[in-house]
């Protein structure tokens, strides 16, 4: 009777596990691409980012790639999304087509005068949340340095448990030459900022290392 009962527990917990949700399994990543001023002349690095993630997401997986401008909190920013379908020869055509459109972009953008990090971030999480991605990722291609135009309010507590925020590419401003501390203390301030959200913060400024972004 016993034998019975422990392969029956067995069996079930089996089956429990075939019939998971995939989605836990699944991969959301949201790219914000910052086109404030000369920093828009990076973008052709962000291209490189971009191909890196459509070779290695999976079928179920979701992208999403948006803009940093004046005021990033919005749907409209958003340049291209997919969640990749599991047949081959379908997820192929549409990761030609988000890459594509991102080419476009790139190639037309025109630099934002101000520059809304907080709000993208804001956007992201949104967005992500919905997707119910069992991985969640947020990429910052960024200085990160937020100017806000006058009215914009952005102080909101980031709600971060469970995902993985992550700043690539933070180059140095001229400023930043005169004085090292501005740079240390701004990664340093968006590093708390994420953390006390309950987030995970990273940063990779190295491109040649984009294989660690999906470490955690």
Partial sequence: MKRFIVITIITLAVFMVGCSDPKSHSKGVYMLLDTSGTYALELKKAQSILNYLLGVLQPGDTLAVARIDT??????????????????????????????????????????????????????????????????YILIFSDLKQELAKGYKRNIAFQLTGFNVIALNVTKLRSDNIDPKKYQDRVENWRREVETGGGSWRRINDLENLDHIFSK
Avoid: C, H, W
């Fill in 71 to 136: 005021g990033s909190f919005s749907e409209k920013d958003i340049i291209a999304k997919m969640t990749f379908d599991g047949r081959p020869s379908v997820a192929n055509n549409q990761k030609r087509v988000f890459q594509k459109t991102i080419n476009d972009f790139v190639a037309s953008v025109k630099s934002s005068k101000y520059t809304d990090i907080s709000g993208g971030i804001l956007q992201a999480i949104e967005y992500l949340n919905e997707q119910e991605a069992g991985r969640k």
